[in-house]
């Protein structure tokens, strides 16, 4: 069975910063490239960051740009989002998902979801 | 194009057939994927490929392309269809992203 378990999310004051994973189990995890996605509350869906799977092609959605690093560990079988200088509009939640083909257009597992919420 | 537009709401009689839209110049070049999210759950993908089902989606899901116009389609509507549904493509404009459209609530009455 595929699955993406995710940790990492919680309360954090504005400038701070917070480390969410995703730890991947019934998959080659290599294999694929990964994302990130949240969802603001009441809100749709938004696309953060996409990594290779060799990490060396990265992208960033502008709203995060400089602010958040995406980054994963094959031999841990996880994906990682390091986020700095968190803003009350990051609070949502953050779901990792496999690229399916790779190309930013498919995304077909997904983590439980985890909750970041930037307030003072 | 950076955008894809979709009805924020729509309802369907239980039984009965419905189609979502979602609209986007991207479209045209890119393949829509879809996918239907239940409250307090994550999304889950319907549709990939403009017209493939995963494993374990029902075949009364089914999905379509006309121009820069991609279709989700349910036909016979079950309660447990009652979702948001999102639309899914990505960005032509020379940035690599991906895009989502605003997301369509739907209602089975």
């Known amino acids: 069975e595929v699955q993406l378990v995710q940790s990492g999310g919680g309360l954090v004051q504005p400038g701070g910063s917070l480390r969410l994973s995703c730890e991947a189990s019934?998959?080659?995890?290599?294999?694929?490239?990964m994302n990130w996605v949240r969802q603001a509350p009441g809100k749709g869906l938004e696309w953060v960051a996409h990594?290779?799977?060799?990490?060396?092609?990265?992208y960033y959605a502008d709203s995060v740009k400089g602010r958040f690093t995406i980054s994963r560990d094959n031999a841990k079988n996880s994906l990682y989002l390091q986020m700095n200088n968190l803003r009350v509009e990051d609070t949502a939640i953050y779901y990792c998902?496999?690229?399916?083909?790779?190309?930013?257009?498919?995304?077909?597992?997904w983590g439980q979801g985890a909750l970041v919420t930037v307030s003072s | 194009s950076s955008e894809l537009a979709q009805d924020p709401a729509l309802s369907v009689a239980l039984g009965q057939t419905v189609s979502i839209t979602c609209q986007g110049g991207s479209l045209r070049h890119y393949p829509a994927s879809w996918y239907q999210q239940k409250p307090g759950q994550a999304p889950l993908l319907v549709i990939y490929?403009?017209?493939n089902r995963p494993s374990g989606i029902p075949d009364r899901f089914s999905g379509s392309r006309s121009g820069t116009t991609a279709s989700l389609t349910i036909a016979g509507a079950q309660a447990e269809d009652e979702a948001d549904y999102y639309c899914q493509s990505r960005d032509t404009s020379g940035y690599q992203t991906a895009i989502f459209g605003g997301g369509t609530k739907l209602t089975v009455l």
């Open positions: 990594i290779s799977s060799s990490s060396s092609t990265i």
């Open positions: 998902a496999r690229d399916y083909y790779g190309d930013l257009n498919c995304f077909d597992y």
């Open positions: 019934g998959l080659t995890f290599t294999g694929y490239r």
């Open positions: 490929d403009q017209d």
